[in-house]
Antibody
């Protein structure tokens, strides 16, 4: 059974940092693109970042470029999102999903709240 | 950036009725690179349709996708109680990947 489980969310002050983690199982992780997608409270979905199978290709949404970094560790079947210089508008549920461009399996998400 | 506009914002229908959801793109989406997701309250989105018209594994045949270019449609031929949810379209024709704002299908 495919599973994707996120962790690392929480309350952080503006300007602070968080590192989100996502552990996957039930499929060949090293053969899959992975992505982060977020959803602000009561709002729609926004793609944040994706990474290819060996980590050599990465893309980030413009609003996160220079602040967020996606990475992966295939030995641990894990993908990460390092988030620095957080802003109030980054408050959202962050979903980890399998796929680089379309997403067939999603985790339940981890909530990031940026507030003083 | 391709902007996706979904309409209507909310669709109020009764079980058994047909639902027609629209997704209009600001630029041509090549190779029908558009998908549809369903999201229920408190849950992650679920992939329903890919490549504009192909049903994902587990998607009932009451769901169908159509369209090309800039105009796409998700049709639910006969609404079941579990179909009342929010539906999002998403394009992967060009970067950045973008989602529509969603259509909520609610019980009338």
């Amino acid at each position: 059974e495919v599973q994707v489980v996120e962790s690392g969310g929480g309350l952080v002050q503006p300007g602070g940092s968080l590192r989100l983690s996502c552990v996957a199982s039930g499929f060949t992780f090293s053969g899959s693109w992975m992505s982060w997608v977020r959803q602000a409270p009561g709002k729609g979905l926004e793609w944040v970042a994706n990474i290819n199978q060996d980590g050599s290709e990465k893309q980030h949404v413009a609003s996160a470029r220079g602040r967020f970094t996606i990475s992966r560790d295939n030995a641990k079947s894990s993908v990460y999102l390092q988030m620095n210089s957080l802003r109030a508008e980054d408050t959202a549920i962050y979903y980890c999903a399998r796929g680089g461009f379309t997403y067939d399996f999603w985790g339940h998400g981890t909530l990031v709240t940026v507030s003083s | 950036e391709i902007v996706l506009t979904q309409s209507p914002g909310t669709l109020s229908l009764s079980p058994g009725e047909k639902a027609t959801l629209s997704c209009r793109a600001s630029q041509i989406i090549t190779r029908s690179q558009l998908v549809w997701y369903q999201q229920k309250p408190g849950q992650a989105p679920r992939l329903l349709i890919y490549d504009a018209s192909s049903r994902a594994t587990g998607t009932p045949d009451t769901f169908s996708g159509s369209g090309s270019g800039t105009d796409f449609t998700l049709t639910i031929s006969r609404l079941e109680p579990e179909d009342f949810a929010v539906y999002y379209c998403q394009q992967y024709s060009s970067s950045p990947l973008t989602f529509g704002g969603g259509t909520k299908v609610e019980i009338k």
